[in-house]
């Protein structure tokens, strides 16, 4: 039967997992707090980049809607972390059945927490491993208005429940590489909790890699990283073993100067664009891992730093 999923969000994530969904049959309508919003307007221009290849365009006109009502397969939410705490969010989700599977996407390590209490459903977890951007990015004129996207391998990381599952299929099914993990939430801990105090480095040395590489805050931010990862991992109840050192100014040193070369698009550019975007997103999670810290006695020092830099 054909598959219906309500995407709440219409962002530059949204509008990714939505196209690649329809085309594997499903029926897609975005859910919005506002219609006027520019990431509300239809039809809109979604451009594929590849590594190696040419960037493709295909067009997407799907339904959006501004109040939630029931009969969906599936609900996703394509939101950052900080719009959990929204009233508008909290009335949409009282709408739904309880036997409708929620799958969030947002990337805070206490999500989970805040949706058991705003969805009387079951709730299951994404990781986003794309990436997506408005473009053309600042300062660019390529490719044409709309939305840009890549999709490395796991683009789409799903918990191992049966929604998981499911979803993970029906992103394969229309092209995304997608998987459904066992250990999802330990995945996603350590991933976040390596990539938020960079972003927030980056941010402080004035969004440029170079600076962030030859500056005070790489340091600081492997630092970061590493109380970021026992933190989580003692919120998880696991043992962070060798994921706690694995922050290191070497390894960030060498991606910092890889990734550059090998995306199709401007990744400076790019990261510093959707990291303002989320900014408030980025400043949350770092006051997250504080509070958690200091709750359990873990050190948080060098998170403190980067967040008074902020
Ligand atoms: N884009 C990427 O490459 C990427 C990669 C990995 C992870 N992520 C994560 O994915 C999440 C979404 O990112 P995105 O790039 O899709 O962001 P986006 O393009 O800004 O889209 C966000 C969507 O959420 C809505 N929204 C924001 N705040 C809200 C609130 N308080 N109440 C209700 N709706 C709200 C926006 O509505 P309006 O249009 O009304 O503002 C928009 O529809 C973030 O957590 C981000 O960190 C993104």
Redesign the pocket.
Known sequence: MRQRILII??????AVYGHHLVKAGCQVNYL???KK????AMPRDLYQYRLLGKTTMQRQHLRVIDKAYRDWDQVWL??????LD?P??AQQLAVFDADTPLIS???DFRDGEKLAKLYKGPVQHGL?G????HTPLPGTSSPGEGFGYLLPPRSAMLDNSRPGQQAAALLRAGGVPAVALKDLPWMGARSTALMIPSIAALELSGWSLKAVRSGPWLNIACAAAREATVISAAYLGRDAGMAAKLPQPLLMNVITRLAPKVMPFPLEIYLQY?FS??GA?TRMMLDHWIEEGHRRGLPTGSLQELRSGL
Do not use: Y
């Open positions: 969000g219409s962002g530059a994530v949204g919005v707090r506002s919003s520019s990431n509300s394509t939101l950052p972390s900080d719009a929204s508008w969010l996407w947002t990337p986003i794309l990436i997506s951007f959707h975007k989320v997103q």
